[in-house]
């Protein structure tokens, strides 16, 4: 539910079809390495972010990771490991790669889990960005499924009661068929608005609302900042005390916990920026009937 | 996490032990016609939420609940029912009695499914209000798993665009073990707050913060209002609308789909005053090593 002043437009952006842009997307990532499978999985999810209008998470960062894999950051090509599995459920490895290779394949798991003993449910460790984290449920949606994702990340959100950055944003995804109506769609930051609000803000030169961000010593501050740093935090989802800021710091933590402890993978500040580790779950809804 | 001046302490409230409080709210469940039992388990929960501070769903509900089954509101003694059941996931009627003792059956069944399969989940209709829904997720964490609860309401709270009461305020919890430490234990509404803490202020005549709740004109109201009703709605978390009001008002719609959809006990505008659906979840944290 991006604000109006930060959508992009016809005046702040250009149109090109959605095949073009998959195309052109898929031979970057190639460009530099990326296997041509990996490529179109991380070209499809990136596309279909544009297509829903979450421009935060679009085409527009394939550059940053094919810089990303030039400069030895990611790991290209990537393997992802299956490191143990049961029944309803497995802990992956990303390899240090395309986090979107490796949160596509625990969300397959976990519907092919679903499918034979009711849940599936994965946690993915040696992960980085996965996207829009909406799309993980979505797959699960396709497949008359309930899914589930969430992602961990690099300090950016200031606990409830601190004022520097120690959580991730830590987003949360949800998906339900509805039906003859449209599917439910739920992908949400913790915090009070997804970082790349932000960067979206200082891009198109508008300045942020009160409660979206503080300084190291917990003022609020309005002119979008350059970079991460302990000089300034985003908010945690609630703002405040008495609006409810511990609920979204809890939910941030439960987010680590998920993606970042029970994977092994680090949660906060064991967390350097571009790491992300990943769980994803998905509920057979015949078995509830 | 309440707010200091919404805290009982010793100058608005008496001190009793706490095993003669659990004898006691046994014995006047009991005396309304609940089985020992049942009586058991709610005084068990009742009194937990007391110890843990958390007022406003501790013994002084006990009363409440005596007159739901005297008026015939609650079915007690109740029958609760495995409509379905596979191996990692239940269907359960509360047989319309006390919400507590199917949930605690829910959660029971999700931790032996998990430890026999990994996952475990259930999801209750014909429910009534399950107290602290944070218990729950701490049965699962004295089995060293991750557990998850929520239930949902009757219509309290506005829709992030709107004015009037259309969704519960429908808790989240999630609680995990942390070794040495201290559990990791989150119970939150989506809203705001939670509605007894608007009770809870009402009842110490104190006003509440701007931003707890609105007038059906949108305007936000600070007299704790008497009664529900189509004149006033509490706040989803997140408040307006660039503070992210969508997601606390998404995160309400999780909980009914969870709890009111996937059981088909209803759902928001579906339900009547007291009733409530829950759904619970297990997670056997060894499967991930």
Known sequence: MALDYLKLNDSNSIRIPAEDLHEQVAAILQGVGTPAEHAEITARILVSSSLRGVETHGVGNAVRYSRSIESGEYTVPQTTEVISETDTTALLSCGNGLGFVAAHQGMEMSIEKAKKFGLGMATIRDGHHIGMVGYYPMMAVEQDMIGMAMTNASPAVRPALGARPRVGTNPIAFGAPAGEERDFILDMATS???????????R?????????????????IIDPPEDRGEDWAMNPLGNTREQGAHKGYGLGLVVDILCGVLSGGGFGTQLSGGENMTWTMAIDIARFR
Chains 1, 2 share one sequence.
């Open 192 to 202: 009070t608005v997804a970082s790349g609000k932000i960067g979206l803000a200082k």
């Open 204 to 220: 198109l030169g508008v300045r942020m609302p009160v409660g979206w961000a503080v300084s190291a010593e917990g003022e609020p």
